[in-house]
């Protein structure tokens, strides 16, 4: 469709309008980080293919170019933003009914005119590898180009280091609803990068210096533009940032904090975004039907073993995290069979798919996975090293190796850098209630216990016990009282004790 009849049909737009209701639904973001400046409207019509997503969480997304007219509507965005945070960070979702919307028009100035189109497939989902998700809409590409929505094509191949691109997203974070627009960055490419963050590892992924990634730009796209500014292509899509936090208070390489891989060290950047290569993408359609194929020539990958449980941080050797949970996997397959294991130490982060990883490796049964709530697996115990560092416990389906899975183990053996610590709040009558603090992933457990001052040894921590949820209420005839405390970081090394001298009202 030209730019000339687009302009008519927004128009037309702005007259009938179509708007969609507020959601609460926002993952988690940077604090501190300011939006950038919304897309002036005039220039709505050039990015009419970029929409306000909500298919289970508030992200972004861009109708693709599959060069089928009149074949189905996908939109690139996120697995994180489809509901791959709550699946196996190894797994790949393909094909299954799916719900949400798509906004398109979604622009300071136009929120009377925008217009929602109904999410019904997850046609592929994954954060494995890259943090990438394909959804299809309750339409065609012919369809929406007849409301002036035009699809915006993808990369073939990925742009040099240091190109120019813009970010136009919709982000959301403390923003009232009116205000969520979409924004416009000017950005640069940095390199490419293997990143991990909590439980996944991706590969090729950019970095990048665009302003305002906040809660909501989550699947927005990298777009290099033509002399008349207007998209050209794809190149990549934002999934998250170092933005607005520091990488020296315990939390690196958690979720919501990024680390660069080199030579098996993982580093946080403070201050940098990320965004998935979306290069080659567009190969993943049918040039007939343009219903997404994957296959040869796509590069999206597809994992055939996952697990139903496993990885994270652990002391090493067999000692179990703060949770009393032993290092092991659960290992699950697309289709039933055999699989082997190996423990490595993490690299560049590709061991995984190679076969010389797994030569001497252990030889288990591979069943078949069941629905998400139902465990199946074989527990394959993971002995780690004792030595810090970052290992990969890597597991093959018969010989698919680019199928493979990487689960990501962390053997940490420093105390946490944050005190343990708990707050007295007086509530009447001469009674306290006592909530010990918790600051995940530095202190992700709490023990203690307390009772009269002359009673209770706190350097005897073996009657100590779990704190849950539930804060200590201390009555009026419980005081005074001792109350002694220690946390745990993830990996279930202690800090030291604390004690608080509660006194008598």
């Known amino acids: 469709m030209s730019r000339r009849v687009s302009v008519i049909v927004l128009t037309a737009l702005l007259v009938a309008g179509c708007s969609a209701g507020p959601d609460d639904v926002v993952p988690p973001g940077p604090e501190g980080v300011q939006p950038a400046d919304p897309l002036p409207l005039d220039r709505v019509v050039d990015f009419s293919g970029i929409a306000s997503l909500n298919a289970g969480s508030n992200c972004t997304g861009t109708l693709i170019d599959t060069g089928v007219p009149d074949g189905p509507a996908y939109v690139l965005t996120n697995g994180h933003c489809v509901g791959d945070v709550g699946r196996s960070a190894q797994r790949t979702t393909i094909g299954i009914e799916w719900f949400g919307t798509a906004e398109f028009f979604r622009a300071d100035g136009n929120l009377d005119a925008t217009l929602t189109v109904d999410v019904v ?16 809409l309750d339409a065609t590409l012919d369809e929406l180009a007849d409301l002036g929505v ?14 120019e691109v813009v970010n136009v997203g919709v982000p ?58 207007v998209p050209e292509q794809v190149v990549a899509v934002i999934n998250t940032t170092s933005g607005g936090v520091t990488a020296d208070d315990g939390g690196a390489c958690a979720i919501n904090r990024p680390c660069q891989v080199a030579d098996g060290v993982a580093t946080m950047v403070e201050e940098t975004s990320y965004a998935q290569s979306a290069a080659g993408i567009g190969e993943c359609f049918d040039p007939r039907s343009g219903e997404l194929a994957l296959g040869d020539g796509c590069p999206l990958p597809v994992s055939s073993i996952w697990t139903e449980r496993g990885g994270g941080s652990f002391r090493g050797g067999d000692l179990p995290d703060a949770t009393g949970q032993l290092p092991d996997v659960s290992l699950v397959g697309s289709q039933p069979g055999r699989a082997r294991t190996v423990v490595v130490p993490l690299g560049d982060g590709s ?41 990969a416990l890597c597991a093959v389906a018969d010989d698919d190796y680019d199928g493979a899975a990487s689960v990501l183990f962390d053997v940490d053996r420093t105390p946490p850098i944050v005190a343990a610590g708990a707050s007295v709040e007086d509530i009447g009558d001469g009674a306290v209630v006592v909530r010990p603090h918790l600051d995940p992933p530095e202190i992700t457990t709490v023990r203690f216990t307390w009772g009269p001052p002359d009673e209770v040894d706190c350097t005897d921590t073996d009657g100590f016990r779990d704190f849950f949820i539930a804060p200590l209420t201390l009555e009026r005839a419980d005081l005074p009282a001792r109350y002694c405390l220690y946390g745990m970081d993830a990996a279930g090394n202690p800090t030291d004790v604390v004690t608080l001298e509660i006194p008598a009202p």
């Open 121 to 136: 497939e997850l046609a592929y989902s994954t954060m494995r590898a890259t943090d990438t998700a394909v959804i299809r």
């Open 150 to 163: 035009d699809p915006v094509p993808i990369a073939g191949r990925e742009p040099a280091e240091g190109t």
């Open 172 to 229: 959301v974070q403390d923003l009232m609803h009116d205000d969520w627009v979409m924004r416009l960055g000017e950005c640069t490419l940095g390199g490419q990068h293997t990143l991990i963050e909590g439980a996944w590892l991706w590969f090729g992924v950019w970095s990048n210096d665009c302003p305002g990634i906040i809660q909501g730009s989550s699947g927005s796209p990298l777009l290099t533009l033509d002399a008349d500014g």
């Open 351 to 391: 061991a995984c798919t190679s076969p010389a990883t797994y030569d001497g490796a252990l030889d288990v049964v591979l069943p078949l996975a069941g629905e998400d709530w139902e465990l199946f697996g074989t527990v394959v115990p993971v002995d780690l090293p004792q030595e810090e560092g970052r290992y």
